[in-house]
């Protein structure tokens, strides 16, 4: 075909000595003379030329001389081979571009995938979620899921994680694949990471448009020719990296090997990243392209669907206004709510949330279920969730997404009416109106595969499903979309026209595009609208163009966005030829592509523009900062690790009143009586040393996960957070009372009656009196509890002291020690003194029948007979001392061994009343006997005998 002698842009072309008449001629092939061959639209028209003349030396012109290859062809030889019309004008930098272009959007996606990875170890490390490695995490993960121990340290690991990664932006699955023996078993998830996809294509984009700056693209074929070669080499490099960096490992268990495989290789990954290379790199390539004018399907798309070539700009400007905004939200909401983790991890899912946002805010939704897509979700009634369900947003933030989401959509009205401007031919054109609408309809469709994050588990290699999850929008998604599309057009049409001309000059050409695509979207206006006027005769020579009259009539493009569609005027055609004239992209002689000259700007005003972009941009930047800044001082100064350090501080203190003001336990005053300093201040073996290991914040709640130590032994504790108030800025943490701290535990005492004192670690601790045994639970903190039932006197004990052991983590002490009540050996003592010294005193009477004494001699007969009786304790008994019952306050007691008392008296040997007495010595023993009650009331004892 035969190039312009300007570029895209308009700039002039030096030509080409490789060319002849404007057509690039073929090694080793001869052109005639006389006709010129044109591509129009990918067909060829045969223009009249005049014959290629020299000039002798005395200057009149000659008939050009036949090439020795055409001659010989006309004589009957084999004619010379002359390759297609599109691979003649390519040369070698026509291969090797799009071949680096290929290998770049891969090794940009390589790229993408390690600075996500980066920037979420480093998160990690600021926020200090992780107890370990990304592959001690890793292991951990396939021990739980498998059972058995892996070690995927080293630098395989490494290498393999971001090649593996790179290809989920693909949309293919991370699955890890098991076999053991002829059992086996695979998970798999679908994650698409976009943000490595967009540095892909940005990469791939760039190297095609700088490395093809000195090359001309002849014709569109040529053009995705070389696209095609670039989707390929990205799509072939991708595949096989992938396969060769496979994460393989070889698990012993017991005589056998379990085998893991980690692969991203999967049949979407080579078809979806040909069709991103190609499309991207055709992108890049067509401002290289030479064509002049528009070809015959550019034109008959235009003019049987107008607008359908710069459909695309308003979708874009709308998931652009949305994007912007909503993802600079979600990141703020990730640094404040999630910390730096989430924060610093948001290249790998904010693509994802911004779109499920966008659904949402759509008024659509988002299914969650366990299969895959189908049209049976239609119905909805189940796991359908939309921006309100649940309360989960609050108000405030699902009004604002709903205020942005109509932003966006007015913004891309007003794009929709900037780029396909209501002229005759769209408003007679019934098609035009289903433009747009079917364009959002197929785009909620795309939405749903684009968008979906989806997981399995299956057994039998792969055969039988166990689990499988998807998120993903819901099945009307499309529907919703189609009717968003309808709003759009609506607006467009009779909305937008009303006061787009009068918006910030700034934002009229953020949505209306670069005059270099508006000036070739106008150019194939005007040969849509040519299209059926018929056929012009074509000429040779081009006679001179008309000065380009503006359209200025109703209904016509505006005087700043279109140029005029003149015919050429023809001149007499060759015998027997007819052709088309079109207009030309950048033929300064077109009587179509003459953009419209713009007035310098003015640099005062330029340079305020350019301030308030600086001051727009440090804003944005200062915020970011600020809100990374807010996370990291919201998780450390402020944040809820913090005041479980100052709880876990107090307790290895043994501030027991710091404990408790920090956390409530929530008991009354009787159970929260060792909650002293001190007494837990005496407590032995309490917890040494403490080391807080990450914490998990989800919203107002949060739990620190902590070790402790006590007595040489380390456990893990939970501390459960909560924040119900704000100091300043940053959330005010608190430990959560109502979700039970775990330091707290409780062990339970019986009391015996009439106890109102416990001694504990040497402290006095008030108890309730009761007349009966009772149990009283206290509440404590960690450590050693020596307890103690405080004696009332010498004679009565409770026994000595118990200890209770409390041990964090471990279970409480449902009813850890009981007191009763025992005698101490001094009762029997001074029972045994008591009643001896009433013996003695028994003893010194003299009577035969002592009042009141444990033993007497009875008389029978005459008492005048017996005289002098003199008693004399022999032995002592000797007492035992038992009580009747815990409440009774007398004590029993009793001869456990006799005593013995001898009486020695005179009787009167003479019967003979008139006779004289005849006494005589005698003398007999008796045992004793005792028992009777004993009072104790302190150290005083009081005896009752029962005799």
């Known amino acids: 075909m035969p190039s312009s002698a300007h570029d895209p842009a308009g700039e002039a072309r030096e030509p080409d000595p490789h060319t002849t008449g404007g057509v690039p001629a073929a090694d080793g092939a001869a052109h005639h003379p006389e006709q010129s061959t044109r591509t129009t639209g990918g067909a060829e028209e045969t223009c009249a030329m005049p014959p290629v003349t020299n000039t002798d030396p005395s200057g009149a012109p000659t008939r050009a001389t036949e090439t020795p290859g055409a001659a010989a062809a006309g004589q009957g030889g084999a004619p010379a081979y002359t390759p297609p019309a599109a691979l003649a004008s390519m040369t070698g930098r026509h291969w090797w571009v799009p071949v680096v272009a290929g290998l770049g959007g891969y090794a940009g996606m390589l790229v993408g995938t390690a600075i996500a990875l980066l920037l979420s170890v480093l998160g990690l490390a600021i926020a200090d979620d992780s107890s370990g490695s990304v592959t001690d995490q890793f292991n951990e993960q396939i021990k739980d899921t498998t059972g058995v121990d892996a070690d995927t340290s080293g630098i395989g690991m490494i290498l393999s994680i971001p090649f593996q990664l790179a290809a989920m932006a693909a949309l293919v699955p991370l699955r890890v694949v098991m076999s053991f023996g002829e059992d086996g078993g695979s998970a798999g998830i679908t994650v698409p990471q976009y943000f490595a996809l967009a540095c892909g294509i940005l990469t791939a984009w760039f190297l095609a448009r700088k490395l093809s700056t000195r090359m001309r693209v002849e014709t569109r074929a040529v053009q995705w020719v070389m696209a095609a070669v670039a989707g390929l080499t990205w799509g072939a490099v991708a595949l096989i990296l992938t396969a060769l960096t496979v994460l393989r490992m070889d698990i012993p268990v017991f005589y056998s090997n379990v085998q893991l495989r980690v692969t991203a290789v999967g049949g979407l990954l080579?078809?979806?990243?040909?069709?991103?290379?190609?499309?991207?790199?055709?992108?890049?390539?067509?401002?290289?392209?030479?064509?002049?004018?528009?070809?015959?399907?550019?034109?008959?798309?235009?003019?049987?669907?107008?607008?359908?070539?710069?459909?695309?700009?308003?979708?874009?400007?709308?998931?652009?206004?949305?994007?912007?905004?909503?993802?600079?939200?979600?990141?703020?909401?990730?640094?404040?709510?999630?910390?730096?983790?989430?924060?610093?991890?948001?290249?790998?899912?904010?693509?994802?949330?911004?779109?499920?946002?966008?659904?949402?805010?759509?008024?659509?939704?988002?299914?969650?279920?366990?299969?895959?897509?189908?049209?049976?979700?239609?119905?909805?009634?189940?796991?359908?969730?939309?921006?309100?369900?649940?309360?989960?947003?609050?108000?405030?933030?699902?009004?604002?997404?709903?205020?942005?989401?109509?932003?966006?959509?007015?913004?891309?009205?007003?794009?929709?009416?900037?780029?396909?401007?209501?002229?005759?031919?769209?408003?007679?054109?019934?098609?035009?109106?289903?433009?747009?609408?079917?364009?959002?309809?197929?785009?909620?469709?795309?939405?749903?595969?684009?968008?979906?994050?989806?997981?399995?588990?299956?057994?039998?290699?792969?055969?039988?499903?166990?689990?499988?999850?998807?998120?993903?929008?819901?099945?009307?998604?499309?529907?919703?979309?189609?009717?968003?599309?309808?709003?759009?057009?609506?607006?467009?049409?009779?909305?937008?026209?009303?006061?787009?001309?009068?918006?910030?000059?700034?934002?009229?050409?953020?949505?209306?595009?670069?005059?270099?695509?508006?000036?070739?979207?106008?150019?194939?206006?005007?040969?849509?609208?040519?299209?059926?006027?018929?056929?012009?005769?074509?000429?040779?020579?081009?006679?001179?163009?008309?000065?380009?009259?503006?359209?200025?009539?109703?209904?016509?493009?505006?005087?700043?966005?279109?140029?005029?569609?003149?015919?050429?005027?023809?001149?007499?055609?060759?015998?027997?030829?007819?052709?088309?004239?079109?207009?030309?992209?950048?033929?300064?002689?077109?009587?179509?592509?003459?953009?419209?000259?713009?007035?310098?700007?003015?640099?005062?005003?330029?340079?305020?523009?350019?301030?308030?972009?600086?001051?727009?941009?440090?804003?944005?930047?200062?915020?970011?900062?600020?809100?990374?800044?807010?996370?990291?001082?919201?998780?450390?100064?402020?944040?809820?690790?913090?005041?479980?350090?100052?709880?876990?501080?107090?307790?290895?203190?043994?501030?027991?009143?710091?404990?408790?003001?920090?956390?409530?336990?929530?008991?009354?005053?009787?159970?929260?009586a060792l909650l002293t300093d001190g007494v837990y201040g005496a407590a032995q073996n309490r917890i040494s040393s403490y080391e807080v290991k990450d914490t998990e914040i989800n919203g107002d709640h949060a739990t620190v996960h902590a070790n402790v130590t006590q007595d040489g032994v380390t456990t893990p504790v939970d501390v459960p957070m909560v924040s119900d108030s704000r100091n300043g800025l940053f959330k005010s943490w608190r430990v959560d009372d109502a979700a039970g701290v775990p330091l707290y535990q409780t062990f339970s005492v019986e009391i015996p009656a009439g106890v109102g004192e416990l001694t504990v670690n040497d402290q006095k601790i008030t108890v309730d009196t009761q007349n009966g045994t009772h149990t009283q639970q206290f509440t404590v903190l960690p450590g050693d509890y020596a307890v103690g039932v405080a004696s009332p006197g010498k004679y009565v004990t409770y026994g000595g002291k118990q200890v209770a052991e409390i041990r964090a983590g471990a279970q409480s002490m449902e009813s850890s020690m009981a007191f009763s009540r025992s005698f101490t050996p001094a009762l029997e003592q001074d029972l045994t003194k008591q009643l001896n010294a009433k013996l003695d005193t028994c003893a010194k009477s003299a009577d035969f029948e002592p009042q009141g004494c444990p033993f007497e001699y009875s008389i029978f007969g005459d008492k005048k007979d017996y005289q002098n009786p003199s008693w004399t304790i022999e032995r002592y008994p000797t007492y035992s001392v038992s009580s009747p019952s815990e409440t009774s306050d007398e004590i029993s007691y009793s001869t456990s061994k006799s005593g013995k008392v001898r009486l020695d008296y005179q009787y009167n040997e003479q019967w003979d009343e008139e006779k004289s007495p005849k006494w005589k010595d005698k003398d007999t023993t008796s045992s004793i006997y005792g028992s009777g009650t004993v009072t104790v009331s302190g150290d005083k004892l009081t005896v009752k005998s029962s005799d």
């Open 270 to 672: 080579f078809p979806v990243l040909f069709v991103v290379g190609l499309l991207t790199t055709a992108a890049a390539f067509n401002a290289r392209s030479t064509q002049t004018s528009p070809g015959r399907v550019v034109t008959g798309a235009e003019r049987t669907a107008p607008g359908l070539l710069q459909v695309l700009r308003p979708v874009a400007v709308q998931v652009a206004v949305f994007g912007a905004v909503a993802g600079l939200g979600l990141l703020i909401t990730a640094f404040v709510q999630g910390g730096a983790a989430a924060g610093f991890s948001a290249l790998l899912w904010l693509p994802l949330a911004v779109g499920w946002l966008l659904v949402l805010s759509l008024l659509s939704a988002m299914y969650t279920g366990g299969a895959a897509a189908s049209w049976a979700d239609l119905t909805g009634r189940s796991h359908a969730a939309y921006l309100w369900t649940d309360g989960a947003v609050p108000p405030w933030a699902v009004v604002l997404c709903i205020l942005l989401a109509v932003l966006s959509v007015v913004c891309a009205a007003l794009a929709w009416a900037h780029v396909r401007p209501l002229d005759q031919r769209v408003a007679r054109n019934p098609f035009a109106w289903a433009v747009l609408p079917v364009t959002y309809f197929l785009l909620g469709l795309l939405l749903m595969w684009l968008l979906n994050v989806g997981g399995y588990m299956a057994e039998d290699g792969g055969r039988a499903s166990a689990a499988a999850f998807s998120v993903r929008p819901a099945g009307w998604t499309c529907l919703v979309f189609l009717l968003w599309g309808v709003v759009i057009e609506l607006l467009a049409r009779f909305v937008a026209p009303a006061f787009m001309h009068s918006l910030p000059a700034p934002l009229t050409r953020a949505l209306r595009g670069s005059d270099r695509a508006r000036n070739r979207a106008a150019v194939v206006a005007s040969a849509a609208a040519m299209g059926g006027a018929g056929v012009a005769a074509a000429t040779a020579h081009r006679a001179p163009a008309q000065e380009p009259q503006r359209a200025t009539s109703p209904g016509q493009y505006p005087a700043d966005e279109t140029v005029s569609a003149q015919q050429e005027v023809p001149a007499a055609p060759a015998a027997g030829e007819q052709t088309r004239t079109l207009p030309s992209y950048d033929d300064p002689t077109s009587t179509a592509s003459l953009p419209v000259q713009r007035t310098p700007m003015d640099p005062a005003k330029k340079k305020r523009i350019r301030l308030i972009a600086i001051i727009v941009g440090a804003l944005v930047l200062l915020g970011v900062v600020a809100a990374v800044v807010f996370s990291i001082l919201s998780r450390t100064v402020f944040g809820p690790d913090n005041q479980a350090e100052e709880l876990l501080q107090s307790v290895q203190n043994g501030k027991a009143s710091a404990v408790t003001d920090a956390a409530n336990p929530n008991v009354n005053t009787g159970q929260r």
